[in-house]
C-alpha cells in the first residue's frame, strides 16, 4: 500500500546538523506510520478522490489549491455540487479540511461564510436520507430457495459461499467491510453456535473488537451455522484437492452431533440442508485446518481468478458482498417497496434490525448483535419493523 501522503505546498527545510539527520529521519518514519494510521483506507480513498475532483476545479478556474480560498471552495460546492447529496458534500469538505490541516493550512472550514453556505445548503436539500430496503426473514428464504434452484442445484462453489454469506449476514448483522474482512480465525464455534469476532469496524476505527454470537437456528435449512459450516468444509475440500497436506492436517468425517446426514438430492429447495450438524470436535479441527479470508472470491467452480497471485486466498472485495446480495435478490424475483434502491449489502443488516423489532426483540439486544453506537440510527430500522405494536391507532374505535 502506498503511504498515505496528503498534498502539501512546497517548502524549504532548516540546516540539520549531520550528526542529527539520520535520526530526525528515524522519527519523521514513525511519524509518518502513526499518521497513516489515524485515517481508515476507505476514508482516506474518499478524501483523496474528493480532494482530486477540488484540484481539478480548480485548476480549470486558474484558482488556488492549496491552500484553498473559503470563497472559492463555496463557489465549487455550489458548482461542481448542484446534483451532489448533502452526505458526499459533507465528505468532500472533510477532505478539503483534512488536506489542509495535514499541510499546516487552517482550514477554510474556519470561515463564518462558508460554514454559513453549507449550512443554507443542508436546509435547502433536507430529506429523509435514503436507507437500503430491509430483507425480511421471508425475503432471505426466497433467496436461498432460488440459489438451490440455480442450474448447479445450489452446489456449485459459488451457490454454497453465497448461502452461507447471505445468513451469516443476516443473523449477524456485520456490515459488507467487516464480512469482507472476516478471517477464519475469527470464527470460533460453541455448542450453541458460532462466535464470530469483529476486529475492526466503521465505529470502531482503533480496532478494540466486538465478538457477536449466532445461534443455531431451529430449521436446519435456514441455519446460518450449518451454511458457515458446509461452506468451510467445501472450502476445505478444494484446498485439500490442490495441496493434500491440508487433508491430513484435518484428516477423516467424525460422527454427527445429531446422528443424520442430510442429503439434497431427493428434497426440495424448501425442504433442502445446507449441511450436516458437525460435532463440535470437528468444526475445531476444520477451522485450524484453514487460515486465510472466510469469504474467498470465486469464479466459475473454482476459487479466485487468472489475475489473482494465488487464487485459492484471493479474498472477496467488500462490494462484490454487495454485488452478490443484489444479484441474488434479483435472481429470487424479489422486488423493492416502490420499486425504489436495489436490495444491498446494507439490506440484510437493515433488515435484521427490522425483523427482529417485529418479532419482539428489545432494543437492547438489537443494538448489541448490530454494535450500533447511536440508538437513534437503530430505531430508524426498529420503529419500521414494530410500527404497528401497541399502535394508538388502533384504541380509536374504528
Known amino acids: 500500500m502506498t503511504p498515505k501522503t496528503a498534498p502539501t505546498a512546497a517548502s524549504s527545510a532548516n540546516q540539520v546538523p549531520p550528526e542529527s539527520q539520520a535520526q530526525l529521519q528515524a522519527l519523521d518514519q514513525q511519524v509518518r506510520r502513526l499518521r497513516d494510521a489515524s485515517v481508515a483506507d476507505s476514508t482516506w ?12 476545479w480548480a485548476s480549470a478556474h486558474n484558482l488556488p489549491i492549496l491552500p484553498a480560498r473559503p470563497s472559492d471552495v463555496a463557489r ?11 452526505s458526499t458534500i459533507t465528505t468532500w469538505t472533510s477532505a478539503i479540511g483534512f488536506v489542509h490541516r495535514q499541510a499546516g493550512h487552517t482550514s477554510p472550514l474556519a470561515d463564518a461564510e462558508l ?5 443554507g445548503l443542508r436546509r435547502n436539500r433536507r430529506r429523509a436520507p435514503a436507507q437500503a430496503p430491509p430483507l425480511w426473514t421471508s425475503d432471505v428464504e426466497r433467496i436461498l430457495a432460488a440459489i438451490d434452484d440455480s442450474p448447479a442445484g445450489g452446489e456449485s462453489l459459488a451457490d454454497v459461499r453465497d448461502r452461507a454469506l447471505v445468513l451469516l449476514a443476516f443473523a449477524s448483522a456485520l456490515r459488507a467491510s467487516e464480512l469482507a474482512a472476516l478471517q477464519v480465525g475469527d470464527l470460533e464455534p460453541d455448542t450453541d453456535g458460532l462466535i464470530v469476532r469483529v476486529r475492526t469496524s466503521k465505529t470502531d476505527q482503533v480496532g478494540q473488537g466486538a465478538f457477536v454470537g449466532i445461534p443455531w437456528a431451529q430449521r436446519p435449512q435456514v441455519c446460518p451455522v450449518r451454511a458457515v459450516d458446509a461452506w468451510l ?18 484428516g477423516p468425517q467424525d460422527p454427527l452431533d445429531d446422528g443424520e446426514q442430510f442429503g439434497t438430492s431427493e428434497r426440495s429447495s424448501a425442504q ?75 439490506s440484510t443488516r437493515a433488515g435484521f434490525a427490522t425483523q427482529a423489532a417485529a418479532n419482539g426483540a428489545s432494543e437492547r439486544a438489537i443494538m448489541e448483535q448490530g454494535r ?17 405494536d401497541d399502535n394508538a391507532a388502533s384504541r380509536l374505535g374504528l
Not at 460554514?115 to 449550512?119: Q, S
Not at 450500533?372 to 430500522?381: C, D, E, T
Request: aromatic share 8%.
Open 115 to 119: 460554514r454559513d453556505t453549507l449550512a
Open 272 to 346: 433442502r440442508d445446507p449441511g450436516p450438524r458437525l460435532s463440535l470436535a470437528r468444526r475445531r479441527k476444520l477451522l485450524a485446518g484453514i487460515d486465510g479470508a472466510l469469504f474467498r472470491s470465486v469464479r466459475g467452480n473454482r476459487l479466485g481468478t487468472t489475475t489473482d497471485a494465488d487464487p485459492t486466498r484471493a479474498r472477496l472485495h467488500r462490494n462484490r458482498v454487495g454485488d452478490i446480495i443484489t444479484r441474488r435478490a434479483q435472481a429470487a424475483g424479489l422486488q423493492t417497496p416502490g420499486g425504489g434502491r436495489y436490495y444491498s449489502a446494507h
Open 76 to 86: 465549487w460546492i455550489v458548482d461542481d455540487g448542484a446534483s451532489a447529496a448533502v
Open 45 to 56: 480513498n474518499a478524501y483523496m478522490s474528493a480532494w482530486n475532483r477540488w484540484a481539478r
Open 372 to 388: 450500533w453506537k447511536s440508538l437513534a440510527v437503530a430505531r430508524g430500522y426498529i420503529r419500521r419493523g414494530g410500527v404497528f
Open 233 to 250: 468444509t467445501r472450502l476445505y475440500a478444494v484446498l485439500a484437492a490442490a495441496s493434500p497436506a491440508v487433508a491430513l492436517e484435518v
